[in-house]
């Protein structure tokens, strides 16, 4: 599979798709997760994204889940080597049964404790890629970003990425990071797919923070700096009629947009999944798509789109659609 590296000339490469685990232990049981996973690994992909708090808001569950599953098969495969977690803190809820109001936060205590317990359900010694999952104002850039430096510099983890910051406050922290000689956000994670939401309507989905032409344009400037992107298949949207859009997606130009992707997908005998994520992973920035899934075989739909070429004229259609 197709490598890229992220964090800087020595940081990790990374498979260009990204497997993401957050139903595994839960809506996905054990035994079909670590299917997917090896199945994953065999394919060649390596990049596994979890968090500490999957999936806090179903029924039940406390947030330890996802990461406790990827901790037991990794103990059982040992593959400490050959795979690149990436996990994030930040957005647990303190109190049992609430929400994001709750959300732990980015303070330097947090900071210590939430890679402590990823760790310790990881059952590893470094967390490879380590995100700080949603936005603290109340906590100054300089005391997070002081408690990941020194998580950094002790070895504890490797590339450090902010998920659900705009640009300008990525750019902050990464001004607050060079003047003091410390780690910097070298990732970047955001929601985005093919079709584009509008902008005054509020995502469904709680801390939801959607790419904008502002972010992909920092990304393109910055050549240490790597966009990862969540929610790509938009929970199946794409395909199947009991997965309707949110109301987000209701203006002039998503039903030209849908048009021309099943036009380029029959083109190419591909799904309209593996099309998206093509277009995700060979445009300009190019982008590593989080993809999640359920079973194997869709697994093997999606890893077929790492392959896929778009025509300079598809690209053109989908991209002016």
């Known amino acids: 599979m197709l490598r890229r590296r992220i964090g800087g000339p020595s940081g990790p490469e990374v498979s260009a798709l990204c497997l993401g ?61 050959e795979v690149v977690i990436s996990t994030k803190f930040g957005g647990r809820p303190t109190v049992p049964g609430t929400g994001l109001e709750t959300a732990e936060g980015l ?15 990881l059952g590893t010694d470094r967390i490879d890629l380590y995100w700080s999952h949603v936005e603290d104002r109340t906590i100054p850039l300089e005391e997070t970003l002081g408690a990941l430096n020194e998580l950094v510099s002790d070895g504890r983890v490797g590339v450090l990425g902010a998920s659900n910051h705009p640009a300008w406050r990525v750019e902050q922290a990464r001004a607050v990071a060079q003047d003091n000689g410390w780690a910097s956000y070298s ?21 939801h923070v959607h790419v ?13 700096l790597t966009l990862m992107a969540y929610s790509t298949l938009l929970f199946g949207a794409y395909t199947r009629g009991d997965k309707p ?49 359920s079973s194997v075989e869709q697994l093997d739909e999606l890893l077929a789109a790492v392959d896929l070429r ?6 053109a259609r989908l991209d002016q659609a």
């Not at 901790?71 to 040992?78: H, S």
């Not at 992909?216 to 240490?224: H, I």
């Not at 778009?310 to 690209?315: A, C, K, M, S, T």
């Open 310 to 315: 778009l025509e300079p004229d598809q690209r």
């Open 212 to 224: 904008t032409p502002e972010m992909l344009d920092y990304v393109r400037s910055e050549q240490d």
């Open 187 to 207: 990732c970047v994670q955001q929601r985005y797919s093919y079709l584009q939401p509008r902008f005054d309507v509020a995502l469904p989905e709680g801390g």
């Open 107 to 121: 303070s330097a205590p947090v900071v210590r404790k939430a890679a402590q317990e990823s760790l310790r359900r």
């Open 21 to 81: 685990a957050l139903p595994f232990g839960s809506t996905v049981d054990e035994r079909t997760s670590f299917a997917i996973l090896d199945r994953f690994v065999e394919a060649g992909g390596n990049l596994i994204d979890t968090s500490n708090n999957y999936v806090f808001w179903l029924p039940g569950s406390t947030g330890d889940e996802s990461e406790s599953t990827i901790g037991r098969w990794l103990a059982d495969r040992k593959l400490y080597e």
């Open 245 to 293: 859009l949110s109301p987000a997606y209701d203006h002039p130009g998503t039903a030209p947009r849908l048009a021309v992707l099943r036009e380029v997908a029959s083109e190419l005998d591909a799904t309209p999944h593996q099309v998206v994520l093509a277009w995700l992973l060979h445009g300009t920035p190019p982008v590593i798509p989080i993809a999640g899934v």
